[in-house]
């Protein structure tokens, strides 16, 4: 064994116990999380692995960096295989090559892969360095990771060519063959020397990098794979809950990185830094310091300094080390007001190519801030105490919810009547105005398709879904068994609502808390009378429509269709998309919460998003959710736009044209 091969066995050896230490550390840090069961359905989750890991297929939503790295990781992957064989080869020289047809079909896919991958690191390159998108940090790690990588590449093909150049009659390779005919021409001495030098700058960049990755944002080459199969398969509108009768509990929501589960923080490690989350978030968008990327990057960096301390026992730690533990998520790493700017709108979830999960953690450390810290800004604090004495946001009386059945004259299941299906009518059609017109139009077409509709009058209240989201869990969870017992006990099988919060709390969180429902938006609803032909819209006037996406209709539900079927339905009807719509859809601002609270800084979200629709020309802009007609209202009027534009709920469109007329 000569000394060249006792240095390669151990240089490899020893940068895999470091790689392995630095790893089990990591480990070590995650298992400081909370349990959490990510395992089941497996099939899904091999799915997921299949499609979002080997298909890359959220990255292609931006056409220049979606085949950019689908290049690179497919690259490596095969890049890997010649990396594998090197590695044996080095360790048990005796090993032979490949020959024969299998050689050079390996020799020509590899060159082609080393061809594809130089060009896309140039491509990386190009867009981080002369591009310089916003989204995209500068920095050494980033320009290091993109040079370690195309030294490999490139010593892998020097390491080919000069193969060649001492063995002519070796398998055929696209570029090493030429490259091998021309070096062959400086001499044997210079060949074996070039391919010595060839070896070793592979195997120290290989070794280098393996070793530097955990060091770097880059580890999420690693953990990505393991973070897109243990991603959450609940519906992305479902929030854990929080147990309140924990009588041990010292604090609740998330104030420190052990009240996080182990995914949240397999999370941070997860996360590429690629900055897509910020640059679709509505509020850093409009001026906000909201950064959902921040907060990944900040929670792991967190999660390495304190989580040493944690492992070590309380009696060897100094009192800085005491200081830093008492430091919180909520209010210490993150800031109060990023906190409180979210709309928790899901799209920094949906734009993540890792499944990193924001939301869940921004609403955890509100949770802390409301439940433990008593941080809650003045509007919150204002629509708590209405929502708890009065059971909806404004504070008014129970009258308004038992005037609408007679009004309308539909049954009132708080008088003892009973009804195919529910309409859960939300504080918002019950006591604004406006939203109240969506609830009439509403409940006339399903008069006028034969529906069997009643509504809950008295008994009902609000669903709770903005206290939760704003951090009150106490407050949801009393407002969700209230409802569920009286739902239940009723014997209601079939609700309908024309809120999409009401809709998404209803059907995806109530459950938990006993009630199994079936819960139905008016736009499936509708579009389902639609196509059954229980409602034919007819004698339509020629009139261009933008539809806005609801974000707890679109994204949290993905229902993008039905809106726009019964629109489509409608004679004269033309449909124009906004740039962003559907799952890439721009929040009006009101949720989490937000519609109740004050934008103090940057420009407010529903004036950006109603920009947008006005850049479309339409006269008219559709909603399906009365908080986003609300926004868009009143982002119309501040643009002056109120006499030309109309701002209206897709369901009174539909009921203009239904025969016979019931005109608005």
Known sequence: MGLNHVLFILVVTLALLWFGLLVQDKLRLVALGQPADRSSQPMARWRSVLVYVFGQKRLFKDRYSGPMHFVIFWGFIFLSIGTVIFLIRGIVPAVGALSGPLAVAVNSLTDVMAVAVVIALAMAGYKRYVMRPKRLVRNIDAAAVLGLIFVVVVSDLAIEAFTIALHPHAPYAPL????????????????????????????????????????????????????????????????????????????????????????????????????????????????????????????????????????????????????????????????????????TCGACVEACPVFDEHVVKIVGMRRHLVLTQGDIPPEAQSFFRNVENAGNPWGLGAEKRQEFADQMGIKDLSRGDTAAVVYWMGCAATYDDRARKVAEATVRLLKEAGVDVGVLGALETCNGEASRRMGNEYLFQAMARQNVDNLNELGVKTILTTCPHCFNTLKNEYGEFGGSYEVMHHAEFLAQLVREQRLSPQNGLPMTVTYHDSCYLGRYNDMFDPPRDVLAAVPGVELVEMEQNRERSFCCGAGGGRMWMEEREGTKINRTRTEQALATGAATIATACPFCLTMMRDGVQAAGSEKTVEVRDFSEILADFILPVIGR
């Open 176 to 343: 090493g063959t030429p490259l091998g005919g021309w070096l062959r021409s400086y001499g044997v001495q210079l060949d074996r020397g070039g391919l010595l030098v060839a070896d070793w700058v592979k195997l120290v960049t290989l070794m280098g990098f393996l070793v530097y990755l955990p060091y770097s944002k880059h580890f999420h080459l690693a953990v990505a794979p393991f973070n897109i199969y243990h991603r959450n398969l609940e519906p992305l509108g479902k929030l854990p809950s929080l147990n309140l009768e924990d009588e041990n509990a010292e604090s609740f929501g998330v104030g420190q990185v052990t009240d996080l589960t182990w995914a949240d923080l397999l999370d941070a490690y997860a996360c590429v830094q690629c900055g897509r989350c910020t640059e679709q978030c509505p509020a850093n968008a409009t001026g906000k310091t909201l950064s959902p990327k921040q907060i990944m990057v900040d929670l792991r960096h967190h999660l390495e300094r304190v989580g040493p301390i944690l492992l070590t026992p309380p009696a060897q730690r100094s009192a800085s080390d005491a200081a830093l533990l008492e430091t919180p998520l909520a209010g210490g790493v993150t800031s109060s007001a990023d906190l409180w700017s979210c709309t």
